[in-house]
């Protein structure tokens, strides 16, 4: 089961009102595993970046004027996604800025069955706490010091953390080796079992004459017909 753990960052908030995406990140995980292969791309937005955003994420409109633009990296972007299963953070938010730009460049959206939002898992799974990744990451004792501001890359990698915890932690289920991660089988003692010899089941002589004598007091048995 391949899975793609996506983040995005973005001037504003709603794509209908002008927003772009300036920054994708994105973690493989296979069998609930990260495989270490990883997207990152800074884009373009070919707008300004409000004070309110540069706040988030710190991304300068000065600093993303010479990265390419989402035509440019569209490709790459769908080819490393493929058709796998999107764990996104809220992923209503981003499947629209995703599919804002899709439909732009005449591509097909993504539809939104092929997302799993982990705001939602957590919510349901602590009703009542607090589901923001820094909240998880505290939570699951996950090391989030570097995330001083918002990263699409960094966040993707420990959004990737917490789904696994979501999930049921690392332990993925009552196997007795890790070959999927390259380790080896756990070592199980072997058991002592001791060969009993077989019961008798022949009848004794008492028993075979008193089987004849209940015979004896059945009214015309059928096996003898």
Known sequence: MREIVLDTETTGLKPAEGHRIVEVGCVELYNHVPTGATYHQYINP????????FRVHGLSEGFLSDKPVFAEVVGEFL??????????????????????????????????????????????????AQASLDALCRRFNIDNSARTRHGALLDAELLAEVYLELMGGRQRGFGLTDAEEGGSAVAVAPIERVARPARPHVASAEELAAHRKFLGRLTEPVWED
């Open 46 to 53: 070919e707008r300004d970046m409000p004070t309110e955003a």
């Open 79 to 128: 080819e490393f996604v493929g058709d796998a299963r999107l764990v996104i953070h809220n992923a209503a938010f981003d499947m629209a800025f995703i599919n804002a730009e899709l439909k732009t460049l005449g591509f097909a959206s993504i539809p939104m069955s092929q997302a799993i939002d982990t705001v939602r898992i957590a919510r349901d799974k602590f009703p009542g």
